[in-house]
């Protein structure tokens, strides 16, 4: 994928690796990125960086209407980053089981109702590509992290049931698997869960620049840091490991 020249949309783009990322777009020559929120407000200082590429967008992974608009709105992308997502700390046996179907919602349901919307975008457009943001917690089920790991398992698996549809149609499809990053959702699992206040944190604009070269690079799987590279080659090697670690953080 050549970055260079791209159109690209970003969901998340107001905060955290979704900001880190139109940065990093912008920087290696995107004609033009849709930043998307769902509160189009917050990308002020967003499109503030390049008023005249940065496009700011109404999108709310729970509320399809405003994917449908988006879609409608950003018909010239040829690069699709699904990088949104949320988070809800707890045990999935006794947590509030509403939190548990919020995740479930924003980060399986809402990243496949944003794919479905944008496939004829892309197709129209020649072809492209699109990038998943999952996680590692997709290889194992940390048990502190309620619904977390199993929607971005499910991400996982979705990601790789439309690269092979879309294939043929031109398209390519990335998956995106970031250990723990230097975030508000980072911030937000240490103060509640302190095992992962130990975790290394990379830093978002590293992070950001690594997914990039992984897309440049036609990588179908992308770990950008090195804790997820780690993370990574023990998972090809030995999955039971990769579990075993992920599931003792309790
Ligand atoms: N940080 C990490 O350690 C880490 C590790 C692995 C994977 N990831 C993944 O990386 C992606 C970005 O995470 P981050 O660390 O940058 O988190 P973040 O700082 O918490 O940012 C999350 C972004 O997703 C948006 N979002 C949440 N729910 C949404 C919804 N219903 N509709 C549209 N946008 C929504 C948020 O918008 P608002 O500002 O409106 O809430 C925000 O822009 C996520 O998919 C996350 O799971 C993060």
Same mark, same amino acid.
Request: no cysteine.
């Given at each position: 994928m050549k970055i260079d020249g791209s159109t690209v949309l970003v969901t998340g783009a107001n905060r955290g690796i979704g900001r880190a990322l139109v940065s990093a777009f912008l920087a290696r020559g995107a004609r #033009? %990125?849709?930043?998307? !929120? #769902?509160?189009?407000?917050? $990308? @002020?200082? =967003? %499109? !503030? @960086? !390049?008023?005249?590429? =940065? $496009?700011? +967008?109404?999108?709310?992974?729970t509320v399809p209407a405003t994917i449908d608009a988006a879609a409608q709105a950003a018909s010239d992308v040829t690069l699709l980053v699904n990088n949104a997502g949320t988070h809800a700390v707890g045990h999935l046996l006794d947590m509030d089981l509403g939190a548990v179907e919020d995740v479930m919602r924003t980060n399986c349901l809402g990243t496949l109702r944003v794919l479905r919307a944008f496939v004829p975008v892309l197709e129209r457009n020649g072809g492209g590509a699109v990038a998943n943001v999952i996680s590692i917690g997709a290889f194992g089920g940390?048990?502190?992290l309620g619904g977390y790991p199993a929607s971005k398992a499910a991400l996982h698996l979705m990601t790789q049931a439309v690269r092979a549809? +879309? !294939?043929?149609?031109?398209i390519a499809v990335h998956a995106v698997f970031p250990g723990p990053v230097d975030t508000d959702m980072l911030d937000y699992v240490a103060r509640n869960e302190p095992a992962f206040g130990d975790f290394p944190r990379a830093p978002v604009a590293e992070v950001a620049a690594a997914v990039l070269d992984g897309l440049e690079a036609g990588e179908e799987d992308i770990f950008p840091d090195a804790f997820a590279a780690e993370v990574g080659r023990v998972w090809r090697a030995d999955p039971k490991a990769v579990e075993r670690r992920l599931s003792g953080i309790t």
């Open positions: #033009r %990125v849709h930043a998307a !929120a #769902r509160n189009p407000a917050a $990308l @002020e200082p =967003v %499109v !503030a @960086e !390049a008023p005249d590429r =940065v $496009l700011p +967008l109404a999108l709310d992974l940390t048990p502190s549809d +879309l !294939a043929p149609r031109g």
